[in-house]
């Protein structure tokens, strides 16, 4: 695993800076794959969001707010983990998209649990999945990321990875 000390920032310099994509997980190339390398070339909005649409045909954009560097490491370290993967706030699934193409792709075969307060985004998610067709290794969850954490927690699950992306403050992602 790489460690790169100069991509940290300290909380003033959140949002201020884009730092670049450095891969944490050793592979040959640039990319892993022609899915991991989409995300340095997919077309994007407003200069710096990408856009994924939800099926190859004039298919509609998957609404969110990624930046090329989120979408390649959301899909490498997706790809490389080997246990299941919680996501909370999926907001209409752009992220669960990437991490779902990662897990398809992988070599290890695991299962993703997705949350979102929202029954109208947890319905988004669920729709542009299904016409991905990546909805079969995501569980979509309607309800409170702190309540449904805990449940996690009652069973003795156990993630490998988690994106936490419910709020966008500070606070209520501590």
């Given at each position: 695993m790489n460690?790169?000390?100069?991509?940290?920032?300290?909380?003033?310099?959140?949002g201020a800076r884009i730092p670049s994509y450095?891969?944490?997980?050793?592979?040959d190339g640039p990319f892993i794959?022609?899915?991991h390398e989409y995300f340095s070339t997919c077309p994007?909005?407003?200069g710096i969001?990408?856009?994924?649409?939800?099926?190859p045909l004039s298919g509609t954009v998957i609404e969110g707010w990624l930046r090329r560097e989120d979408s390649l490491k959301l899909y490498e370290i997706a790809y490389f983990v080997a246990g299941d993967i919680l996501e909370l706030g999926p907001y209409h699934g752009l992220s669960t998209s990437i991490l779902s193409r990662a897990t398809a792709d992988s070599?290890?075969?695991?299962?993703?649990?997705?949350?979102?307060?929202s029954p109208d985004n947890t319905a988004m998610t669920s729709h542009h999945l299904r016409r991905m067709e990546l909805d079969g290794n995501v569980t979509t969850i309607c309800g409170d990321a702190s309540s449904v954490v805990r449940q996690f927690a009652s069973k003795g699950a156990k993630f490998e990875?988690?994106?936490?992306?419910?709020?966008?403050?500070?606070?209520?992602?501590y």
């Open positions: 460690i790169h000390y100069d991509s940290f920032m300290s909380l003033e310099e959140l450095y891969p944490t997980f050793d592979f794959n022609k899915s994007v909005r407003d969001l990408v856009e994924v649409r939800d099926h070599p290890h075969k695991k299962s993703i649990y997705t949350v979102d307060l990875f988690v994106f936490v992306d419910h709020s966008h403050s500070y606070e209520a992602v």
